[in-house]
C-alpha cells in the first residue's frame, strides 16, 4: 500500500477506467498489472483502481475492438498477457478525451462561476 | 460461445498472475510475505464478482454477432431495392419452375408406354419364378412381365465391370411394348428353363465397350 492516507483517495467515476486504460495503452502494449501500477502512479495515487475491477474493462474493450491482445514475456521471464491500443481504440481515445475535456470544463464552470 | 470461453479460460491464469506481481511488489517495500499476500487479495477486491463481471461481457455475444448480420442484411437490401425486387422475383420464378418441372414429370406427362394408363406396379422381393407364377394366376391383368435387378460382373471386355442387370422374363418388354434398336426382343418360350442365354445391352455399354458381340443373335443391342 502506499504511504497516502485512504481518506485521500477518489474512487473512480463510472466508465472512466476505460478511458484511463486507453490512455495508459497509448505508450506502448503493457500487462495488466502493469496498467493498474501505471493509472495510480501518474495521478499521484490519488486515483484508487479496485485492481480486480481493471479484467472486466480489458474484456470489454476487447470486444468493442479497441485494444487486442497476445501472449508474450515479461521481465524475469514470466508469462504475461499484452494488451496494445488498436487503430480503432486510438480514435475512441481521442473522442472521450475531447468528451471528457469538455465535461470537466462544463462542471468546473458551475462549481466556480465567480473566478 | 468459443471465443467467451477461451477468455475465460486465460482469466485465471491472468489473476493468479497479478497477485503474484502485486505479492512481489509489497515484499520489496518491506512486507513480510503473508502480509504481503494478504494485502495483494485485498487491493485486488472480490475475485468470484469480477470474473462474474468479466463474463457477463461475453455473455451474449453470438446473439450480438447473428444480430449485427440481420442488421447487415437489411441494410443491403434497404440499399439497392431494385435488386431486391428482382432477386425476389427471381426466387419466385424459379421456386414455381422447379415444382412444375417435377409435378409435370411425376403427376402430369403419361409414361412413354403403351396403356400407360393400365399399367401397375408390384414391388416384392421375390424371385422370378414367383413372378410368372402371379403372371398365370392372377386374372386381372391382360399381360404381365417380372425385372429382377441387381449388380453383375461384364468380363467380356479388356477389364471386368460391373453392370447392373435386369433379368427379365419375356413379358415384360411385350407389356410396355419397349423395341430394341438392334435385333429383337426375347419371345415367349425362350425364357423358360432350359432355355437360350440372351441378352440385352444399353446404349451406352456397347458404345463404351465397342467389343460387345452381337453376333448370333444371341446377344441383342437395345
Not at chain 2, 513480510?32 to 461475453?58: D, H, I, L, Q, S
Not at chain 2, 451474449?60 to 437490401?77: H, K, S, T
Not at chain 2, 419371345?187 to 453376333?215: H, I, Y
Amino acid at each position: 500500500m502506499s504511504t497516502k492516507e485512504r481518506a485521500d483517495r477518489i474512487e473512480l467515476l463510472q466508465g472512466t477506467l476505460d478511458l484511463l486504460i486507453l490512455r495508459t495503452l497509448l505508450l506502448g502494449p503493457a500487462h495488466g498489472h502493469a496498467i493498474a501500477k501505471a493509472i495510480e502512479f501518474n495521478s499521484d495515487d490519488v486515483l484508487q483502481v479496485e485492481q480486480g475491477s481493471l479484467y472486466p474493462a480489458l474484456h470489454r474493450l476487447i470486444k468493442r475492438g479497441w485494444i487486442s491482445f497476445e501472449a508474450g514475456t515479461s521481465e524475469n521471464n514470466r508469462r504475461a498477457k499484452f494488451y496494445r491500443l488498436t487503430p480503432k481504440g486510438r480514435r475512441q481515445l481521442a473522442a472521450e478525451t475531447s468528451k471528457w475535456d469538455k465535461l470537466a470544463a462544463a462542471i468546473a464552470r458551475i462549481l466556480r462561476p465567480a473566478e | 460461445m468459443r471465443r467467451r470461453k477461451r477468455m475465460m479460460e486465460d482469466l485465471d491464469r491472468d489473476i493468479r498472475d497479478h497477485i503474484d506481481r502485486e505479492t512481489e511488489d509489497n515484499i520489496a517495500r518491506g512486507m513480510t510475505p503473508e502480509e504481503a499476500r494478504y494485502a495483494a487479495f485485498r487491493k485486488f477486491g472480490n475475485v468470484t464478482r469480477m470474473k462474474e463481471e468479466t463474463r457477463e461481457v461475453w455473455s451474449f455475444v453470438w446473439l450480438e454477432q447473428l444480430l449485427q448480420d440481420i442488421r447487415l442484411g437489411f441494410r443491403m437490401l434497404r440499399k439497392s431495392p431494385g435488386f431486391t425486387a428482382v432477386a425476389t422475383l427471381a426466387l419466385g420464378i424459379g421456386a414455381n419452375t422447379a415444382i412444375f418441372s417435377v409435378i409435370n414429370g411425376v403427376l402430369l406427362s403419361p409414361l412413354p408406354y403403351k396403356n400407360p394408363k393400365q399399367l401397375v406396379v408390384v414391388k416384392e422381393n421375390d424371385s422370378l419364378p414367383d413372378v410368372m407364377d402371379i403372371q398365370t394366376q392372377v386374372r386381372a391383368f391382360s399381360q404381365g412381365g417380372g425385372i429382377n435387378v441387381e449388380p453383375m460382373d461384364y468380363t467380356g471386355a479388356t477389364e471386368p465391370v460391373q453392370v447392373r442387370v435386369g433379368l427379365i422374363n419375356a413379358g415384360f418388354l411385350e407389356t410396355l411394348s419397349v423395341q430394341p434398336m438392334l435385333g429383337r426382343i426375347i419371345s415367349p418360350g425362350e425364357d423358360v428353363q432350359g432355355g437360350p442365354c440372351l441378352a440385352m445391352v444399353s446404349n451406352d455399354l456397347s458404345t463404351e465397350q465397342n467389343n460387345v458381340p452381337t453376333r448370333d443373335g444371341a446377344k441383342t443391342c437395345l
